[in-house]
């Protein structure tokens, strides 16, 4: 079962994660696609970058991931 592109699978390994958690700093859910953001939770990396997910609903229930950003 695929769950993202093979272009957004590759945005989200192309850049190297420092040491430490990345957690999920919340969704927008007023309008597609759904944007969800991770990054380092407080006191973390201050050079972490930070992952926005696009998201679609998938047909057989469940997200799909379109793309990934990476900023930082």
């Known amino acids: 079962m695929r769950v993202a592109t093979a272009q957004a699978v590759a945005n ?4 190297a994660y420092p040491n430490g958690l990345a957690i999920n ?9 759904i944007v969800c ?10 050079n972490a970058p930070i992952y926005q997910l ?3 609903q998938a047909p057989s229930g469940g997200w799909y991931v379109n ?5 930082g």
Do not use: N
Not at 25 to 31: A, D, E, I
């Open 37 to 46: 953001t991770y990054g380092a939770p407080g006191g973390g990396p201050v």
């Open 12 to 15: 989200l390994f192309s850049v």
């Open 54 to 56: 696009d998201e679609v």
């Open 25 to 33: 700093r919340g969704c927008s859910s007023s309008f597609s696609p």
């Open 67 to 71: 793309t990934v950003q990476i900023e």
